[in-house]
């Protein structure tokens, strides 16, 4: 949100020209779209086959996957609609932003219960069926939706306790800082993150050395299954991206004083769309069995698309 927040923020300061937000918004909507096809591929994939409906971690990976879908969806809304409408109601755009900061913090929470599976799978084989049933995966997709609506809803609480109705149907540019603007929530949204990313980490780094330690054995799965948590741990560092802004705001603006909006442009691109791109590729074109079922699925259309296409 910050991300999208700058981008809005300078049209107030610095206002890109016509032909350079044309491109910009073609980039970030290209982008977008094919994020979206890929991700709307493995969801397909997902659903057409038994043998990843029952696995509680393809159910826990598309679940990542539809949520990075719908974070990115409306992360690219806000980035158009500050370059089109500028302002708009404070009711809807806090409902955007809420849907947003939803997906937000699930990301973190889906990969911590990845990793738990993941240790189950390795360090207690024997139990891993009675442990990670289907039921209790979606149990914990609940729990994390839960948490992280506990965690952004006080937001809205406080704001409708604090701010005056008329606020409500005020317009606005839609950003958080507008919108959920009292001080006290900015105290306990920084609290909030370093004690979710704190357990997080704890349970990343715990998960991983006990794989590490198993790892010993020099199995292939297990190796495997290390280099996941590593993985996870990378994805983790991305979604963080979001609060190292500042400093890579400031590291931009440093070097390329005379294009703020360009720098600020880069650092949509490299904290809001990239790190959405990332979960596709690890995980889904990683793994065999589902690369091999999206090629089937892939080829399937491809050959669609060309007898359609096949002048008669």
Known sequence: MNLTSANISLVV?????????????????????????????????????????TNPRYILFIHMVIN??????????????????????????????????????NTPLNLACMALECYVAVCLPLHHARICTVRRTYL???LIWATSTLSVLPDLFTTL?????????????CVREMVFRNPHILRKREITYML??????????????????????????????????????FQLLLCMLTYAYPLLKALFGYFFPNSRTDYLFACYIIISILPRSIS?????????????????????????????????
């Open 13 to 53: 300061s610095q206002r890109d020209s016509f032909s350079k937000a044309v491109t910009k918004n073609v980039i970030v909507v290209a982008l977008g779209i094919s994020i979206t096809f890929i991700n709307a591929s493995l969801v397909h994939t997902f659903r057409k086959h038994q043998i990843f409906n």
């Open 140 to 142: 914990f997709i609940a």
């Open 161 to 173: 306790a604090t701010e005056p109705v008329a606020f409500f149907s005020t317009r606005v540019f």
């Open 196 to 233: 979710l990313l704190i357990i997080i980490w704890l349970t990343l780094l715990y998960t991983y050395f006990n794989i590490l330690f198993i790892a010993r054995a020099a199995s292939v799965d297990v190796k495997r299954a290390r280099n996941t948590i590593l993985l996870h741990g």
């Open 68 to 105: 990075d879908t719908l974070q990115l969806t409306l992360t690219i809304l806000l980035f158009l609609l500050s370059y089109t409408l500028y302002q708009f109601n404070v009711s809807l755009c806090s409902f955007i932003i809420l849907l947003t900061l939803f997906s937000t913090e």
């Open 280 to 312: 596709p590729v690890v995980y889904g074109l990683r793994d065999k069995t589902f690369r091999m079922y999206l090629k089937t699925h892939l080829m399937c259309r491809l050959t669609l698309v060309t007898v359609a296409l096949k002048p008669s």
